[in-house]
């Protein structure tokens, strides 16, 4: 089944680990076959993990773009969502983090990427920050 991606003008995306730049008009991409694929808006850079769920997502990421060093980041991984686990007792977020564990062990990073995303709230509203980057 084929992915229909459609991009804004000058919006940049990695497959396979090269960045790529949308040209001046909107452009739509039909992907064949199976490829790691973010948008601009998934990409979060090292500077930008500056909160537990954002390096938890920031793992993850690196899991799906970087298959050479996925085993480091796996590791990193299990760190981060251990520490946030131990610091959490709101049932739904555990529920998620459990989610996010399951997904990553059955190599689904994507969705493990999104599911992670969808913490980004609880974390805001518990630690009272404007987000920046994601």
Do not use: W
Not at 1 to 13: C, H, Q, R, S
Not at 75 to 89: C, D, M, Q, V
Not at 94 to 111: F, P
């Amino acid at each position: 089944m084929a992915l229909k991606v459609t991009l804004k003008p000058g919006e940049k995306f990695v497959i396979n680990g090269a960045v790529m730049v949308n040209g001046e008009r909107r452009a739509s991409l039909m992907i064949q076959n199976k490829v790691t694929i973010l948008r601009e808006r998934d990409i979060l850079l090292p500077d930008q993990a500056t909160t537990p769920v954002k390096r938890i997502y920031f793992s993850i990421m690196m899991m799906y773009l970087d298959e050479k060093d996925r085993r480091r980041f796996y590791t990193e991984f299990l760190e981060r969502i251990g520490e946030f686990i131990n610091a959490i007792s709101n049932s739904g977020a555990l529920r998620q983090c459990l989610g996010i564990l399951e997904d990553v062990n059955a190599e689904e990073y994507y969705k493990a990427l999104m599911a992670c995303k969808k913490l980004l709230p609880f974390e805001q509203e518990r630690l009272g920050y404007v987000a920046k980057g994601l």
